[in-house]
């Protein structure tokens, strides 16, 4: 793949921690849904696969939400990881345009089982099995807003667009008419993305609090706003705004970290107060025992000990 079509990628990678794999008794399992590029995906695994070799896929996690015709290309690769040689890790890759019937791709035979089970491999450690999915998008592809719906109504005769953007789009094309017009000249495909992707930089900034801005979102501003500017719109009139938000992302980083020791502590101290708790329940034990004790040691004689009175 060519540099300039890497750099239009936004890539990212999970990884999938198997537990008791040799107790796995159905034909087919996934891991968690994760979410890279805005889009959600899973592992699927077929860990007998035909009984020779594993089967391992990428799967749409919400194909069924594909609007028709539509599809989501991604570039990914699925690894096996050798848990004692990183390097002696399995990895296979491709590339694929996924629909709502084409939902998941993989590769059939992945890793021979007799592999996956031989201890000396790596790949079965403590009866976890290890698989990674790397996967990259388009960053025009890049689903950003989760009210993003898939109705796409044509906009003042530009294109079918996402009908959520739609006041958004009418409010600012009215007070900067220049947005149209500098448009009407482009190819209709070329309109209907330079739209789309304006309204998803307006919802984001109108559905997001600042207090509520961590990296990801940061991430996110800033691939729409530097696709948005391939489309050769006149953004004077928002830049200085864009710009004030990136302007107060170290002050947001400070916060962020700020919030992740403070759930640190307060974790710490409702495991000092448990041990805490556990710690008086000993006292009042050792206090019950104590006392039985003493109580016993002052009903003794000494007589008792030598077999005879004292006189």
Same mark, same amino acid.
């Given at each position: 793949?060519?540099?300039?079509?890497?750099?239009?990628?936004?890539?990212?990678?999970?990884?999938?921690? &198997?537990?008791?794999?040799? #107790?796995?008794?159905?034909?087919?399992? @996934?891991? $968690? *849904?994760?979410?890279?590029?805005?889009?959600?995906?899973?592992?699927? &695994?077929?860990?007998?696969? #035909?009984?020779?070799?594993?089967?391992? @896929?990428? $799967? *749409?996690a919400d194909s069924s939400t594909l609007p028709s015709g539509s599809s989501r290309y991604a570039k990914f690769s699925l690894i096996a990881v050798n848990q004692l040689d990183r390097n002696k890790s399995i990895t296979k890759d491709t590339e694929h345009e996924f629909t709502a019937v084409e939902k998941d791709l993989g590769f059939t035979k992945f890793i021979p089982l007799s592999d996956i089970h031989d201890p000396a491999t790596g790949?079965?450690?403590?009866?976890?099995?290890?698989v990674e999915a790397e996967v990259s998008v388009r960053k025009g592809d890049i689903k950003i807003l989760e009210k993003e719906t898939g109705d796409l109504i044509n906009f003042k005769g530009l294109g079918r667009i996402e009908?959520?953007?739609?006041?958004?789009?009418?409010?600012?094309?009215?007070?900067?008419?220049?947005?149209?017009?500098c448009q009407q000249k482009?190819?209709?495909?070329?309109?209907?993305?330079?739209?789309?992707?304006?309204?998803?930089?307006?919802?984001?900034?109108?559905?997001?609090?600042l207090k509520n801005m961590n990296q990801d979102g940061y991430e996110s501003l800033q691939l729409l706003w530097e696709e948005l500017e391939t489309f050769k719109f006149n953004l004077a009139w928002l830049q200085p705004h864009v710009e004030s938000i990136f302007g107060t992302k170290n002050m947001a980083g400070r916060v962020e970290r700020m919030r992740e020791d403070v759930n640190i502590?307060?974790?710490?101290?409702?495991?000092?107060?448990?041990?805490?708790?556990?710690?008086?329940?000993?006292?009042?034990?050792?206090?019950?025992?104590?006392?039985?004790?003493?109580?016993e040691f002052k009903m003794g004689d000494l007589d008792s000990v030598i077999g005879y009175p004292v006189a």
């Open positions: 793949m060519k540099k300039e079509d890497q750099d239009d990628l936004v890539s990212g990678t999970f990884t999938w921690k &198997i537990d008791q794999f040799s #107790n796995f008794k159905a034909k087919k399992y @996934y891991s $968690d *849904v994760f979410v890279i590029g805005g889009f959600k995906w899973r592992i699927l &695994i077929y860990p007998k696969g #035909n009984n020779v070799g594993e089967y391992l @896929y990428l $799967d *749409v790949y079965l450690v403590k009866d976890n099995v290890i009908l959520a953007f739609h006041p958004l789009l009418e409010e600012v094309c009215l007070s900067h008419p220049l947005l149209i017009e482009r190819s209709s495909r070329f309109v209907e993305c330079a739209f789309t992707t304006l309204g998803r930089l307006l919802h984001f900034l109108k559905t997001r609090k502590l307060e974790n710490e101290v409702k495991s000092r107060r448990a041990m805490l708790a556990a710690a008086e329940v000993d006292l009042e034990r050792a206090k019950g025992d104590l006392v039985k004790a003493e109580q």
